[in-house]
């Protein structure tokens, strides 16, 4: 598995990376992927969600 991707997950599971490890990651990919997946945000047949873009969810019948 990727660095990266452990990275993501980890925030993704609300892990919170300790402030003197985020000052020093601070503009790296490193922090943007924990931070990407600590806020939530995930790409799927290229369109990318978020706070800002949530999830729409399942579609419901009409009755």
Same mark, same amino acid.
């Given at each position: 598995?990727?660095? =990266?991707? $452990? *990275? =993501?997950?980890? %925030? =993704?599971?609300? $892990? @919170?990376? &300790? $402030?003197? +490890? !985020? !000052?020093? @990651?601070?503009r790296s990919a490193?922090?943007? @992927?924990? +931070?990407? %997946?600590f806020t939530g945000?995930?790409?799927?047949?290229? *369109? $990318?969600? %978020? /706070?800002a873009n949530p =999830? /729409? %969810? /399942?579609?419901? &019948?009409?009755?």
């Amino acid at each position: 598995m990727n660095l =990266y991707q $452990r *990275v =993501y997950l980890a %925030g =993704y599971s609300g $892990r @919170a990376m &300790p $402030r003197w +490890l !985020r !000052r020093l @990651a601070a503009r790296s990919a490193l922090h943007r @992927a924990w +931070l990407s %997946g600590f806020t939530g945000c995930f790409e799927q047949d290229g *369109v $990318r969600y %978020g /706070p800002a873009n949530p =999830y /729409p %969810g /399942p579609a419901l &019948p009409d009755c």
